[in-house]
Structure formats: C-alpha cells, structure tokens
C-alpha cells in the first residue's frame, strides 16, 4: 500500500535539501518496509516507501516516466487500482509501451495521455503526487471515498505533502500547533472533510485534484455522488447488488502476495469472505482462504446486550468460516495485550491524533499483526452500513429525526456527550455550535432528488452524511493501524459503482423488509448462514471487562499531577467528577460512552507531550 512523502519549493534549490525530504520520507517506513526511494530535482523532492503487491521487482518508486530523464513526470504513489490491466491495454493501443507490470506505472502513463482529468478512469483505493517538470505543475489526487489518507502543507514557496501528518511534522519548518478550531474536531466526532487539525495543514478531499503550480492553488473534483432516479425494481436491484460485490471482491483478489479477510462475523465481513473464497476456488486455488477474528478473553461469559451490541461474534464467524471452508485464524486478547504501553504507542504514533475509540484501536492494530505474520492483503468489510443502512441509528425514530449528525445520538444515550460535559470540555470548547456549523454545512452538499419528500428525502441525507463522514472516521482508523502492522486493507464495499448504485436505491427497497440492510441480506441469501444473515448488526468488538475501566482509571489518576497537559483543557476537579462514579459505570458503550472520554483524556496528555504540541485556546 506504500507511504509517500515530499517538498516543491518554487524558489529555493531543493538539491540541497534532500537530507530533509529523506526524513520526511522515513516516518512512512512501517507503510512500507520493503524498499525506499527519493527524486530528487531543483524544484521537487518525492519520496515513498513501499509495501510491495503487485510486481514485486519491477515497481520500485518514485517512477519517472522514462528513466534517466528529469524533464519528464513522475509519480510517488500508494494503494491499488484494479482495473489498471484493462487502462493497460488501452494505453498499448494507443502506443504506450510499459517497463514494468505495475500498476503505478499505469497510473502514470495514464497522466502522460489523459492528462490531469484521468483520475475519473481509475477504479480503485489511492493517493498519489505527480511531479511535472515541462509544467512546473504538481499534482495530488484522492480515491473517490477516501480509503487512502494525502495531507499538504502549504509554504510561502511551495508545499510539503505525506501519507501522513508526521511526515509533514518532520520538516524542520512546521510547527505542530492545534487551536481551538482543531481541538473542536477531535473533541465533536464530525471528521470535516479536508481538516487536518494541525495549523496549517489539510487533508485532500476523497475525489479531488489539488494542483500547485507558481500562480498557487486550485482544487477540482473529478468525481461526486448525484441523485439519480432508480429504476429496477426490488429483484433487479437485489441481483444487481449480488453482481457487483462478485466482481468487485474478485478484482480486489488481484496480488502477487497472500490476501485473507478479516472476518467478524457479522453480515457485511461474511459476506466478503464468502465472495472471496468462491472467487479464489473459481481461480483453481487449492490453499483455503485465510479468515482472521479477534475476541476478547471471558468475552462470552461477561458480555452484556446494549443499543449497540446483541450478541458476542465468535460463534457467527466460525460458522461461516466452516460455511465457506476458509481457514478461520481467532486473535484472542485480554487486557493486558490493550493496555500495553507499546501498543498504545504505536497506536498514537500512527494516528497522531490522540484515538477515537479506545480500546477499539488497540485491538485492531494486534489484530493486523497477527494478520502480517501470514499475509500482506487482507480485504475488510467497512462501510456496508453507511451504504445499506446498517446502525442503529437508521432505525431508531430519534436518531432519524435528530437535526445532528445521527451517530452523535448514542454518544449522548451512553454517555460520551454527557461526560464531555461533566469536564467541562463540551461548553468551553463551543462544541454545540461547531456542530451545528458543519451539519448545517453537510446538509448543504447532499444531492437531492427532485420530488422526493418525506422518509426518502430524510433517509438519503443520512446516507449521505454517514458516506461523507462517518466512513471516513472508520476508513481512517482502519487505515491508520493496518499500515501501522504494514499491511494492506481493501474495502470492496467502497467500489464507486456499488456506492452509486445503491446510494440512489430507495430507502423503501433498503429496509424492504423491516431490517437493517435488507438489500445486502437479500443479495447474500444462499450464500451465507441464515443465523448470520438473520442477526443483528453488532460493531465491531469492544471489551466489556471493568478490570479495563479500573486501569483507565488508573491512568487518569497518574497523570493528575501538577502541570499535566491535560490541564489545558479541563480541571482536576472537573476530571475527578468521572473518577467519582461508580465503577462499571462504564463497562458497557465502548467508544460511545463515558469510558471512551477518559480514553482522550489519557491519550491528549500523552500526545500533547509525545508531538510536542502547542495548545492554543
């Protein structure tokens, strides 16, 4: 999947800077181990890692456009573009001719003959920069839904740009300073697209070119979601959905390295697991599929139903394992193994952002661990709910009429907005009115469909803030601990054709049957177990064990000492007001609840002191 990094300076000689743009470079090595490299020009250095899939030897980068020749482009890349064999081809007959097998070199000569438009012809989970000296013109480009992170910085003569914030936090010029617009969104749980919370730094919107040259900065989206009227009717639609998830998980098996699945157990990872193993024995491959779940010591005895659980995954996933005859591989882990101080640092180190979801984080990345000892690419489930209409909160009347962002409604019924507030951190940061700004704004970018009204009109917005938003929260964190493990995660249920097929199905035909996900149900009956197909959406797996909330507890104590950063934001009296409740208090909720606060707590005091950052309120 690769980590990129680099620096366009239109005034200053950058030859003399490599040393600089080699650093920045190195901060990606866990996104790829496998090899390095720097251009390096006047005007440009691009840097990458890589995390070798497809063509092993004859993909290094950066990839010039003819080798041994600085006047021509070159791109530093990361993800995967699937149907670049199909864009390759095309390219021959236009006569390209192709040094490698990769498909970075595709992408490349994909610019060379449709310029900077061609991003509209990729299928495919990427982020990458092309440098064109005959122009002086830089380039940065995002998939469509933003499964692969790009970050810029923009100097006085240039710009600074990386995989991650942490390779633009190395240059010696940028100053890691977060102000209270930065501290309200990691605090209100919005995820605005393009903010970076660092001062000065953005984040490229999914589906979007920037573009740098002397006359500065323009932004073009090349892609968008649009209402459309659907046409098929319930059968059609279902079959259509079966067919496309056929063909996008088959085209996302392309690699020259292992791929498994992570497996829940739950609907929308069974259903590529089951997807996955069909194509692999299509493609006369004899090893079983590799299936990976994780599960928490005790889970089973001590496992408590709520709004967001209803039941504990394990059984689910190894009956369809046995289902579709893949190798089910189960990551058992108790609290020790989360509460690891190097786990939780590398968790930090991989966000740069204190977490979001706690205990959440901490597993996944030991679940993408044990995922790297046997495999390189694992394919994953996310985002199914967000299109087929799967949380709790496209069905509870409340969370529907909410005039907020619809995952905001259990945070308040669990606690977690409740806490927030306790601390004070909710009123003085302004949070009330941050998130009403950029929900009104998010309402303002939903496509509409002319006549429609009522139920649809409403269910589409939150489709589309959950797309929008709400995804790119768990594609981020997905993103951020699989690379962490150097390993690479495709989501098949981001597949633009499938996200604009069903965006525009009736919310009618989505919940046809009174369920969650009827659609995708419907497409995967026969396939998978009607135990599995029947249950209940659970989220994925948080410890529910209160030997956890005592030693978040303990934490907090520990850093109630004079001059902890954490005092920035609120006050020991005002923290000791969650030590005060009783525990268990927070066993149940996970990232929803009031336990998830003192997780930020925590992880702010740390970050504030690891990133040498610079509070400003």
């Not at 190195?26 to 005007?43: H, I």
């Not at 497996?263 to 090893?287: F, N, R, Y």
Request: proline fraction near 5%; hydrophobic fraction near 40%.
């Amino acid at each position: 999947m690769c980590g990129l990094a680099g620096w366009v300076s239109f005034q200053r000689d950058l030859t003399a800077h490599s040393d600089i743009a080699s650093a920045m470079t190195c901060t990606m090595e866990c996104r790829g181990p496998d090899a390095g490299g720097l251009w390096t020009s006047p005007r440009a250095i691009l840097g990458h890692r890589r995390l070798a899939i497809i063509d092993l030897e004859g993909g290094r980068q950066p990839m010039a456009a003819a080798e041994n020749d600085d006047t021509q482009p070159v791109i530093t890349y990361t993800g995967e573009v699937y149907n670049f064999r199909e864009l390759r081809e095309e390219l021959r007959a236009l006569g390209h001719e192709f040094r490698s097998s990769s498909d970075t070199e595709v992408v490349l000569r994909s610019y060379l003959e449709w310029g900077a438009g061609f991003a509209e012809r990729l299928n495919g989970i990427y982020a990458f920069v092309i440098w064109d000296p005959r122009t002086e013109e830089l380039l940065l480009v995002r998939d469509r839904m933003g499964v692969k992170p790009l970050y810029y910085y923009p100097t006085a003569d240039g710009v600074l740009f990386g995989s991650e914030a942490k390779a633009i936090l190395a240059h010696p010029e940028v100053e890691a300073v977060v102000d209270p617009e930065g501290l309200k969104e990691i605090f209100s749980i919005v995820k605005t697209p393009g903010h970076a919370v660092f001062r000065g730094m953005h984040e490229v919107v999914p589906a979007t070119t920037v573009r740098f040259t002397r006359e500065g900065r323009s932004t073009t989206k090349y892609w968008e979601l649009k209402a459309t009227p659907h046409t098929d009717d319930l059968d059609t639609t279902i079959a259509t959905v079966r067919d496309l998830l056929e063909d996008i998980v088959e085209r996302q098996l392309v690699a020259d390295v292992t791929v498994g699945t992570l497996l829940s157990g739950g609907l929308d990872s069974s259903a590529v697991t089951a997807l996955a193993a069909k194509a692999l024995a299509k493609q006369g491959v004899e090893q079983p599929l590799r299936a990976f779940s994780v599960d928490f010591t005790g889970h089973d005895n001590r496992f408590e139903t709520n709004m967001q659980w209803a039941d504990p995954d394990t059984p689910f996933a190894v009956e369809v394992a046995k289902r579709v005859g893949a190798e089910h591989i189960i990551v058992e882990l108790d609290n020790e193994d989360i509460l690891d101080p190097e786990v939780r640092a590398t968790v930090l180190r991989a966000q740069d952002l204190p977490v979001s979801t706690g205990d959440m984080e901490y597993s996944l990345l030991i679940l993408c661990r044990a995922l790297k000892e046997r495999m390189t690419v694992a394919l994953s489930g996310e985002a199914a709910d967000e299109l087929f209409g799967g949380y709790t909160w496209f069905h509870d009347k409340e969370a529907v009429e909410l005039d907020s962002f619809p995952w905001h409604h259990p945070f308040e019924k669990l606690g977690g907005i409740g806490a927030l507030r306790d601390v004070g951190l909710w009123e003085r940061l302004g949070l009330t009115e941050y998130v009403k700004d950029r929900y009104a704004q998010a309402l303002d970018q939903v496509p509409r469909l002319e006549g429609e009204s009522g139920l649809e009109e409403r269910m589409r917005e939150r489709t589309y803030l959950n797309l929008t938003r709400w995804e790119n929260f768990l594609l981020d964190r997905k993103d951020r601990m699989s690379m962490a493990a150097s390993l690479e995660v495709r989501v098949p249920f981001t597949d633009h054709r499938l996200v604009e097929y069903v965006y525009n199905t009736p919310w009618a035909m989505k919940s046809f049957d009174g369920r969650e996900k009827s659609l995708l149900r419907a497409a995967m009956r026969g396939v998978l177990p009607d135990g599995v197909l029947d249950r209940k959406k659970n989220p994925y797996p948080s410890t529910q064990d209160r030997r956890y909330e005592i030693a978040l507890r303990e934490k907090v104590e520990a850093i109630l000492v004079e001059g902890a950063p954490v005092f920035r934001l609120v006050s020991e009296a005002d923290i000791r007001k969650l030590l005060d409740r009783p525990v268990g208090s927070y066993a149940v909720g996970g990232p929803w609840s009031a336990r998830a606060v003192l997780e930020r707590l925590i992880e702010f005091n740390t970050w504030v002191t690891e990133y040498d950052v610079r509070v400003e309120l």
